[in-house]
């Protein structure tokens, strides 16, 4: 629910969150999802025309010319808003509202209680009375129900986090024909956020979302439509045809668009329902436009084709960069991929040179990101190897206290060669036990006997060490 309603500082910026087909997931992006979740901070450059702050694991992206210098008094708040109202211009009091959001989130730690709650109440008040609409046969405003729709769905300006009411206040926006709006109608429907879920519906308004120029909607209508989710019958040619139109758009607004149209071209995945000619030429020219962009998963992609030699001349150089650009944004595909270069090196010459200290690192800071991983598995992946580095002592001075917990990590998140390890080990310990046990007892009873005649005819076991080698193997 978090990852769907977000205050939105600029109008348009409608394509900050994005459905990614190929790992299930619903993700940032690219413009927005280079800062990593951190404490509230500003960018370090100080002619930088946007800030960058995380609160509760959410991060947002709030232009510089959203915020307002923090008012010195109560009175000041008030003299804003009456100048915002005597304009009887809708959109300077939803310019002011905007204004006064971005403040409070930036100033969330600083700001007197007092002004503080001045500027959310009167925010508030005028959010509400822009959404219900002045006067008979007038609606509402539907920014303003958008923004309050935001507010209920974040906790945001006082209230308490109410996902009804925020499905609620974004039908009405969306009856406005607000694109925004009308997206988070439908991922409403399809998640059961606020509502109950609902296919069908959420396929009906992301249709109309796409005919309003929302270019997140065009990309979820062709992924139904190409898998066939909903009970919608699969349609390849149509599905296309929605990712082509998304594509269509600047590319740094749907880098997603691209790889997955790259992504069908190079598997030929609809070859057979559609006239299209799988081209790899165009689909890694896709790739490429994608990864420029900063997509992550075209970067991880381009990075294992020119690795493996698939579609393009094999080039270590490309495969080191492409990977190295992902594990930039704590991709813990990139990570991973680096902590495999590190350990091999380089055939080519001046490439890059074998270091067991970088391996680990890299696995290591794949094992520990936060970011999401793309591909099912690369976590536990990460985890196993950093417990083989300990292990074996590779890169980092051999510990296998700490191989055995990384090791216990890798099995719980699913990693087949670390459960396997694990039952050897548990099953080593139990018999190491259970070889020690007879001798404590037995030392036990003679210190506590007081009478010699008894005596016991059973032959004592000396305690034996079990060394468990168990070969493990990273990838």
Request: net charge positive; aromatic share 8%.
């Amino acid at each position: 629910m978090g990852q769907e309603y977000r205050y939105r500082e600029n109008d348009e910026d409608y394509n900050q969150w994005y459905y990614d087909e190929y790992s299930g997931l619903y993700r940032q992006n690219a413009r927005t999802n280079q800062q990593r979740p951190s404490l509230a901070h500003e960018r370090s450059s100080g002619v930088s025309s946007a800030m960058s702050l995380s609160q509760s694991g959410m991060t947002y992206t709030i232009s510089r010319s959203l915020l307002l210098p923090w008012p010195g008094s109560v009175s000041q708040v008030k003299e804003w808003v009456q100048i915002a109202r005597q304009s009887k211009d809708p959109k300077a009091k939803i310019r002011l509202c905007k204004r006064h959001a971005s403040t409070l989130l930036v100033h969330s730690d600083s700001a007197k209680e007092t002004v503080r709650q001045a500027m959310m109440r009167e925010c508030l008040r005028m959010l509400k009375r822009l959404s219900m609409g002045q006067g008979i046969g007038k609606g509402g405003d539907s920014e303003a129900q958008f923004m309050l729709a935001n507010c209920f769905g974040m906790g945001l300006l006082g209230l308490a986090e109410n996902h009804a009411k925020a499905f609620q206040w974004y039908v009405q926006a969306s009856k406005q024909s607000h694109p925004e709006a009308t997206y988070r109608t439908a991922v409403c429907h399809e998640l059961g956020i606020g509502t109950r879920k609902d296919g069908n519906r959420a396929m009906m308004f992301y249709r109309k979302a796409a005919h309003l120029a929302h270019v997140g909607s065009m990309y979820k209508i062709g992924v139904i439509l190409l898998r066939g989710y909903y009970n919608t019958a699969p349609s390849p040619r149509e599905a296309i045809s929605w990712l082509q139109r998304a594509a269509n758009y600047p590319r740094d607004q749907v880098p997603y668009a691209l790889h997955a149209l790259a992504m069908i071209q190079l598997t030929g995945e609809v070859g057979n329902s559609t006239s299209m000619i799988a081209d790899p030429a165009y689909a890694m020219e896709l790739l490429h436009q994608a990864a420029q962009d900063g997509y992550v998963p075209s970067q991880v992609q381009l990075g294992r084709c020119y690795e493996q030699g698939l579609w393009v001349q094999m080039d270590d150089a490309l495969s080191i960069y492409w990977y190295a650009r992902a594990a930039e944004l704590d991709n813990p595909e990139g990570c991973m991929a680096l902590s495999g270069w590190y350990l091999t090196g380089s055939t080519s010459k001046g490439v890059l040179q074998a270091s067991d200290r970088e391996a680990y690192l890299w696995a290591r800071r794949a094992a520990t990101t936060m970011a999401q991983a793309t591909e099912k598995g690369t976590l536990a992946k990460a985890h196993f190897a950093v417990a083989v580095y300990t292990q074996r002592g590779i890169g980092v001075p051999k510990d296998l206290p700490k191989s055995i917990k990384w090791m216990r990590r890798a099995a719980f998140l699913g990693h087949e060669s670390a459960q396997k390890y694990m039952t050897a080990y548990t099953e080593a310990e139990r018999k190491r036990a259970e070889a020690q046990q007879p001798l404590m007892i037995t030392q036990c009873d003679s210190s506590s006997s007081t009478s010699s005649s008894t005596t016991d005819n059973t032959p004592k076991k000396e305690p034996t060490k079990t060394r468990l080698n168990v070969h493990c193997s990273i990838m």
